[in-house]
């Protein structure tokens, strides 16, 4: 079974950092990008960043470019997102979620992803 699992959310100043963690399961995991999405209150989830199984290549939303650095560990099956100088606007419940294909640089339109975590709150205070 294809398990996704975030952690790291909290509440943070405007400012602060936090790391996300999202643990994975039940596939091949180097196989695959990841991809982070959020979801703020009242408005449509949108991608974050993505990180491809091959070489590792990343992209980032412009919103948090510069700011937001996505990494992967192929060992502990995890993708990170650290996130540093948080803005309010940052304010969401952040998804990770599985490529449905494999071996391609990754995308961020959320209907190219089949498997899909909980999500982790992270609320920036101003």
């Known amino acids: 079974e294809v398990q996704l699992v975030e952690s790291g959310g909290g509440l943070v100043q405007a400012g602060g950092s936090l790391r996300l963690s999202c643990a994975a399961s039940?596939?091949?995991?180097?196989?695959?990008?990841i991809g982070w999405f959020r979801q703020a209150p009242g408005k449509e989830r949108e991608g974050v960043s993505c990180?491809?199984?091959?070489?590792?290549?990343?992209y980032y939303a412009d919103s948090v470019k510069g700011r937001f650095t996505i990494s992967r560990d192929n060992a502990k099956k995890t993708v990170y997102l650290q996130m540093n100088g948080l803005k309010p606007e940052d304010t969401a419940v952040y998804y990770c979620?599985?490529?449905?294909?494999?071996?391609?640089?990754?995308?961020?339109?959320?209907?190219?992803?089949?498997?899909w975590g909980q999500g982790t709150q992270v609320t920036v205070s101003s």
């Open positions: 979620a599985r490529d449905r294909r494999l071996f391609r640089a990754c995308v961020l339109p959320e209907n190219e992803y089949d498997y």
């Open positions: 039940g596939f091949t995991f180097d196989d695959y990008a």
């Open positions: 990180i491809s199984s091959i070489h590792g290549s990343t």
